[in-house]
């Protein structure tokens, strides 16, 4: 059946280090993939997202590319900040199926 | 332009009681996910609603139900409490349903904060 699958944390990264959260997703058809993130006390707000083969989401500084060939869409950022201390989860929207989270701890 | 809201923000039960959760959608929307996210885990479907009728099921028993009302705001009841329904209840709210075996980033959803059970 679908699923999403993302690397398991926590990931802890000193400031301006760089972040990569890996995602491969199962699916039929051609599904959007999104990345969620999630604050602590809050729920989730989408981060980026990619609708097709090759496109590119980004927002924050975060970056993701669809690769169908290699089924992934792994999140990355060049230079992490403490605000971006978080739980970030890999979707599949059409199918309203979510990763498991990996959470990310940066510190000074 | 308000947000998803969701109230109570956090409540205790214990063994075999019922629960009602509740969630406004945001402004304009139709259509009303409820999600079960288990510490430590993504969020899990639990049921979508969309203009009042029930539009597609996860796997949950039948214990779990819900209502949309004509306003699009939502209630998701759980009957017979048990200890593994403690967790986070997340409401999403989005333009239109869910569609299956479509792409195009159409079903964007928003999330309220959600509301903590816990089940003693």
């Known amino acids: 059946g679908d699923s999403v699958t993302q690397m398991e944390g926590p990931v802890t990264l000193s400031e301006e280090a760089f972040l990569t959260i890996n995602c491969t997703y199962t699916?039929?058809?051609?599904?959007?993939l999104f990345w969620y993130v999630q604050y602590p006390g809050e729920g989730l707000q989408l981060l980026l997202k990619?609708?097709?083969?090759?496109d590119k989401g980004s927002n924050k500084g975060f970056e993701a590319t669809y690769r169908k060939e290699t089924t992934s869409f792994h999140l990355e950022k060049g230079s992490v900040q403490v605000s971006d201390s978080a739980v970030y989860f890999c979707?599949?929207?059409?199918?309203?199926?979510f990763g498991t989270g990996t959470r990310l701890q940066v510190f000074p | 332009e308000t947000g998803v809201t969701q109230s109570p923000t956090h409540l205790i039960k214990t063994r075999g009681q019922q629960v009602t959760l509740r969630c406004s959608s945001q402004?304009?929307?139709?259509?009303v996910s409820w999600y079960q996210q288990a510490l430590g885990q993504g969020p899990q479907f639990i049921f979508q609603?969309?203009?009042?009728?029930?539009?597609g099921r996860g796997n949950f028993p039948p214990r779990f139900s819900g209502l949309q009302f004509p306003n699009y705001s939502s209630e998701l009841n759980v009957n017979a409490l048990e200890l593994d329904d403690s967790a986070l209840y997340l409401c999403?709210?989005?333009?239109?349903?869910?569609?299956?075996?479509?792409?195009?980033?159409?079903?964007?959803?928003?999330f309220g904060p959600g509301t903590r059970l816990t089940v003693l």
């Open positions: 402004s304009g929307h139709n259509t």
């Open positions: 990619a609708t097709k083969a090759d």
């Open positions: 999403a709210s989005s333009l239109g349903p869910r569609t299956a075996g479509t792409s195009g980033g159409n079903n964007e959803q928003f």
């Open positions: 699916a039929t058809g051609y599904p959007s």
């Open positions: 609603y969309y203009r009042e009728e029930e539009n």
């Open positions: 979707a599949l929207p059409d199918k309203l199926i």
